[in-house]
């Protein structure tokens, strides 16, 4: 079925959501600041609205791809919004997306909150997934349309939930990518390429989803046996990872603040504990 659907901001990621949509044979309005951006568009079958007020006027289903939710103020702003569902899938913080839920309420639209999991040239494609939260039925809704840009995951009513999912998969991810090159950068300072390394790296990748089952049931029990790996062991390693990076002129930041971890693990008498024991200083007071 055609559905009518508007599409603001035209970044990488909202023109591959635009063209998934056309490809789908639904009927997409955009609107994008730099208007130039909806030009190949307009071309693969898009219509172009020329205001903010009348790409909303075209449909009651308002995508957001935008850099952050700062965006979506500065667009919609001074637009009549009322009986509109707007799908944002633009990146912030959960207290932004909160405030950002009630602002549409007050203007009488409903929120549904969306964090795309791929990069932009995978929308749509197998294996593509983009998490949702918001009011179910709202979801529910517009849910076959969505699936068209990726497997719809909905994570429940609390509109902050797709975005924390999506903060979390990033955190991990840009950590991760920070490691890979903090690492290629020390094996770098004796004047090896980075390709004689890569197997090993590869292989050291490969092996971190071993450990994840054993977190999860660390973290999730409260309980962190440490028979192999424990606090005080990987804490020396934190500590001879600074030392290597500091001797030979790296950039230190990123090793000290693993260190600071495992010292503050130590400090509070877990030494012995497993390092996913690391979770309660991670966690802060408050939780
Ligand atoms: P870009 O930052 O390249 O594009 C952002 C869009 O937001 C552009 O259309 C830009 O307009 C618009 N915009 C930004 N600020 C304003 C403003 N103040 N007023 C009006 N328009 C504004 O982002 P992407 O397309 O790459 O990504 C969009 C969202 O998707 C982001 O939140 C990103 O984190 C998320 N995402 C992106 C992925 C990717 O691979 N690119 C992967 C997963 C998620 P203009 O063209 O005029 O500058």
Redesign the pocket.
Known sequence: MSTPLTLI???????AMVRKFLAAGHRVTVW???AS?ADALVEQGATRADTPQAAVDASRLVLL????Y??MH??LGDVELAGKTVVN????TPDQTLKAAAWLAERGAELVVG???????LVGEEGAYVFYSGPKDVFEAHEDVLAVIGRPDYLGEDHSLAQLF?QAQLDYFLTALAGVLHSIALVKTAGVPAAKFAPYLRDNLNSISMYLDETVRHLDSGEYPGDAANILMMGATADHIVGASESTGLDAGLPKAVQSLYRRGIEAGRGRESWTALYEVIKGKEN
């Open positions: 901001g035209l970044g990488p990621m909202g023109q994008n600041r730099t951006r791809s935008l850099t952050d700062a965006a500065d667009i899938l633009s990146s912030d964090g795309v999991m791929v990069p932009a040239p999506y």
